[in-house]
């Protein structure tokens, strides 16, 4: 839609404190990654890391505390149209039909009528929505609602799609057929994705690229390149490379939530047994 | 949730007509798949047994009151409670010919109303945009809230001697009376309606390009709706109650003022009519609010099934 020049993400060491009463918490800290244009980019990593703190940074719902992050090199200064969301809960305009829902950004553009009707038609019937434009979204199923979030997303032509965690509230048969229709949608448009989640087989299905996060402070622990080829298939799924993948991922993670949980236990009074606990010695006692 | 989302209404759910598990999106408008709900054959025959059921012993609840008020005004029952001046139905049902042979009986509920639509529509006005941003803006709850707060335990009808000297006329005080009444229900529940939307809806509006007009417009208003109309049915409830009472006390005209007279005038009947008639327009008028809700929010009856 917007061809493959624009939406590259840079973020440069970046960092975000949030302070609470006198509590200081690093959230962030020392991030560099980048998207380019028209790339499909996970981000992964124990829950609390900070990706979503991450995503909301692009999104321009969170300010930076140090470092900075920019979309084709123009630094973010707060939410727009360039950048489309998705979120985790469901955030469909209740009053609104799936149309209008859809039509939202645009009207907020100022396009006319007539513009932003033809425009919404066309993508939900990409997204097989036409038949339910006129319902309400309390009346869609959950995997419905959030096709309808992505193509409000989409609707106004972003030159970037955040996504943070868009399929967590779903059943697992319901998130696989999500998975496929989003990598799709995304074959079709080739706008810069950047995905966060902490499913592992969703991360490497959907991505060209990963990033794995430690636990808090979420610092990239490691860049993935997923070597599948385009477009993706659910037999790909069982392929040894991509089973190998999930393992090298599997392990990362597994380290860093031993991380999270020593951390947590000791301050839990693990100390107080005077033996040095690490993330191994932990994993035994589970 | 999709148990729930099936079993939520008798209404056919939407979900059985497309199965969520379908293969790759269809491509163009090629959906084949109809969303036009099917109506059961026998739903008539469930709707009228529900229904009717329902429907009869509304009938048997009012015949039962009927009844009581008939036999402990027939007989002039006397125990602690005196039914001895009480007016039978029968003799209510002849005032409301009576009465309306002259056009005095309605002038009387012409005033009513008029007051009535005129505080309620200052104060729908006043308690709704004042909530509105109160609900959204900082600095205008720090500036506003506190005189609401404080004049808010206030009851309507404790304004009745200084309403009537600070307006001109005692229609205007009267008037003012029934604004009191209902601007702060109206109020507070604006103010829970703002505070009440979804933080992510915000989020949602503003990563599509909505400025704060845009967005107190599109999303502020609407989000609040259902509890401002929560408001407006509290509010109308309090107006009459403030109406009736500053009629009573202070009034020319009007049907609260009806009813009192009748009592100086020892006319029993035209104190039954005048309680009936006032719980008939009162009922009017909540019902007024429902649909004009019903009509404003057609998506209302649908919300809530899933949240939360």
Not at chain 1, 84 to 112: C, I, T
């Given at each position: 839609m917007n061809g493959n020049s624009k939406g590259a993400i840079d973020i440069h060491d970046l960092g975000v404190v949030f302070i609470a009463g006198d509590t200081r918490v690093e959230a962030v800290s020392a991030v560099n990654m980048n998207i380019k244009p028209g790339e499909f980019v996970s981000l992964i990593g124990p829950s609390g890391c900070g990706k979503s703190t991450l995503l909301n940074i692009v999104a321009g719902f969170v300010q930076p505390s140090f470092g900075a992050a920019s979309i084709d090199g123009a630094t973010i200064k707060g939410p727009g149209s360039e950048c489309g969301v998705v979120f985790q809960q469901y955030s469909l305009f209740p009053w609104l039909s799936v149309r209008k829902n859809v039509e939202f950004g645009l009207k907020m553009k100022g396009a006319p009528a007539s513009v932003r009707e033809t425009q919404a038609?066309?993508?939900?019937?990409?997204?097989?929505?036409?038949?339910?434009?006129?319902?309400?979204?309390?009346?869609?199923?959950?995997?419905?609602?959030?096709?309808?979030?992505?193509?409000?997303?989409?609707?106004?032509?972003?030159?970037?799609?955040?996504?943070?965690?868009?399929?967590?509230?779903?059943?697992?048969?319901?998130?696989?057929?999500?998975?496929?229709?989003?990598?799709?949608?995304?074959?079709?448009?080739?706008?810069?994705?950047?995905?966060?989640?902490?499913?592992?087989?969703?991360?490497?299905?959907?991505?060209?690229?990963?990033?794995?996060?430690?636990?808090?402070?979420?610092?990239?622990?490691?860049?993935?390149?997923?070597?599948?080829?385009?477009?993706?298939?659910?037999?790909?799924?069982?392929s040894a490379e991509f089973i190998a993948m999930v393992q090298q991922l599997k392990r990362l993670i597994r380290e860093e939530s031993l991380a999270a949980m020593g951390a947590e236990l000791k301050d839990g009074g693990l100390s107080g047994f005077g033996t040095a606990v690490g993330p191994s010695g932990i994993a035994e006692m589970i | 949730m999709d148990s729930v989302h099936v079993l939520r209404k008798a209404e056919p759910p939407v979900k059985d007509y497309r199965s969520e598990v379908d293969p790759a999106p269809p491509k163009g408008r090629g959906t084949a798949l109809s969303a036009a709900p099917a109506i059961p054959p026998n739903s008539a025959a469930i709707w009228l047994r529900s229904k009717g059921v329902s429907m009869l012993l509304w009938v048997v609840s009012l015949g039962i009151m009927l009844a009581f008020w008939y036999v402990v005004t027939r007989y002039k029952l006397e125990f602690y409670i005196r039914f001895v001046n009480v007016p039978t139905p029968a003799e209510v049902m002849q005032k409301v010919v009576e009465v309306n042979q002259s056009g005095k009986f309605l002038v009387n509920i012409g005033y009513s109303v008029r007051r009535i639509l005129i505080g309620f529509s200052i104060a729908v006005v006043l308690g709704a945009a004042m909530g509105l941003l109160i609900g959204r803006y900082r600095f205008m709850r720090d500036m506003l809230f506190p005189i609401c707060e404080v004049l808010r335990p206030i009851p309507a009808i404790a304004w009745v001697p200084m309403a009537i000297m600070l307006w001109p006329t005692n229609e205007v005080s009267i008037v003012f009376i029934t604004f009191m009444g209902s601007f702060f229900p109206i109020l507070i529940n604006t103010i829970h309606g703002v505070h009440s939307i979804d933080p992510v809806l915000i989020r949602a509006a503003r990563s599509l390009g909505a400025n704060e007009y845009r967005l107190f417009a599109n999303v502020i208003l609407p989000g609040a709706m259902p509890h401002i109309f929560t408001g407006f049915s509290v509010g109308m409830g309090v107006a009459w109650v403030s109406l009736i009472a500053a009629e009573m006390i202070s009034g020319q005209f009007g049907i609260g003022y009806f009813t009192w007279e009748a009592y100086s005038l020892v006319s029993y009947a035209e104190i039954g009519l005048g309680m009936i008639t006032i719980g008939v327009l009162g009922l009017a008028c909540s019902g007024a609010i429902q649909i004009t809700g019903k009509l404003l929010m057609p998506w209302a009856s649908y919300a809530g099934a899933e949240k939360k």
């Amino acid at each position: 839609m917007n061809g493959n020049s624009k939406g590259a993400i840079d973020i440069h060491d970046l960092g975000v404190v949030f302070i609470a009463g006198d509590t200081r918490v690093e959230a962030v800290s020392a991030v560099n990654m980048n998207i380019k244009p028209g790339e499909f980019v996970s981000l992964i990593g124990p829950s609390g890391c900070g990706k979503s703190t991450l995503l909301n940074i692009v999104a321009g719902f969170v300010q930076p505390s140090f470092g900075a992050a920019s979309i084709d090199g123009a630094t973010i200064k707060g939410p727009g149209s360039e950048c489309g969301v998705v979120f985790q809960q469901y955030s469909l305009f209740p009053w609104l039909s799936v149309r209008k829902n859809v039509e939202f950004g645009l009207k907020m553009k100022g396009a006319p009528a007539s513009v932003r009707e033809t425009q919404a038609r066309t993508l939900l019937g990409l997204a097989g929505l036409l038949a339910f434009e006129n319902h309400y979204p309390d009346q869609l199923s959950g995997g419905m609602k959030q096709r309808v979030g992505i193509v409000r997303a989409l609707a106004t032509s972003p030159q970037v799609l955040l996504m943070d965690e868009p399929f967590g509230a779903l059943d697992a048969q319901t998130r696989v057929v999500m998975q496929e229709i989003l990598t799709n949608m995304w074959q079709r448009f080739r706008i810069s994705v950047l995905f966060v989640t902490h499913d592992i087989e969703e991360s490497i299905f959907l991505s060209d690229r990963i990033y794995v996060m430690t636990a808090r402070p979420g610092r990239i622990k490691a860049e993935i390149i997923v070597p599948l080829a385009r477009p993706r298939t659910p037999e790909m799924t069982a392929s040894a490379e991509f089973i190998a993948m999930v393992q090298q991922l599997k392990r990362l993670i597994r380290e860093e939530s031993l991380a999270a949980m020593g951390a947590e236990l000791k301050d839990g009074g693990l100390s107080g047994f005077g033996t040095a606990v690490g993330p191994s010695g932990i994993a035994e006692m589970i | 949730m999709d148990s729930v989302h099936v079993l939520r209404k008798a209404e056919p759910p939407v979900k059985d007509y497309r199965s969520e598990v379908d293969p790759a999106p269809p491509k163009g408008r090629g959906t084949a798949l109809s969303a036009a709900p099917a109506i059961p054959p026998n739903s008539a025959a469930i709707w009228l047994r529900s229904k009717g059921v329902s429907m009869l012993l509304w009938v048997v609840s009012l015949g039962i009151m009927l009844a009581f008020w008939y036999v402990v005004t027939r007989y002039k029952l006397e125990f602690y409670i005196r039914f001895v001046n009480v007016p039978t139905p029968a003799e209510v049902m002849q005032k409301v010919v009576e009465v309306n042979q002259s056009g005095k009986f309605l002038v009387n509920i012409g005033y009513s109303v008029r007051r009535i639509l005129i505080g309620f529509s200052i104060a729908v006005v006043l308690g709704a945009a004042m909530g509105l941003l109160i609900g959204r803006y900082r600095f205008m709850r720090d500036m506003l809230f506190p005189i609401c707060e404080v004049l808010r335990p206030i009851p309507a009808i404790a304004w009745v001697p200084m309403a009537i000297m600070l307006w001109p006329t005692n229609e205007v005080s009267i008037v003012f009376i029934t604004f009191m009444g209902s601007f702060f229900p109206i109020l507070i529940n604006t103010i829970h309606g703002v505070h009440s939307i979804d933080p992510v809806l915000i989020r949602a509006a503003r990563s599509l390009g909505a400025n704060e007009y845009r967005l107190f417009a599109n999303v502020i208003l609407p989000g609040a709706m259902p509890h401002i109309f929560t408001g407006f049915s509290v509010g109308m409830g309090v107006a009459w109650v403030s109406l009736i009472a500053a009629e009573m006390i202070s009034g020319q005209f009007g049907i609260g003022y009806f009813t009192w007279e009748a009592y100086s005038l020892v006319s029993y009947a035209e104190i039954g009519l005048g309680m009936i008639t006032i719980g008939v327009l009162g009922l009017a008028c909540s019902g007024a609010i429902q649909i004009t809700g019903k009509l404003l929010m057609p998506w209302a009856s649908y919300a809530g099934a899933e949240k939360k």
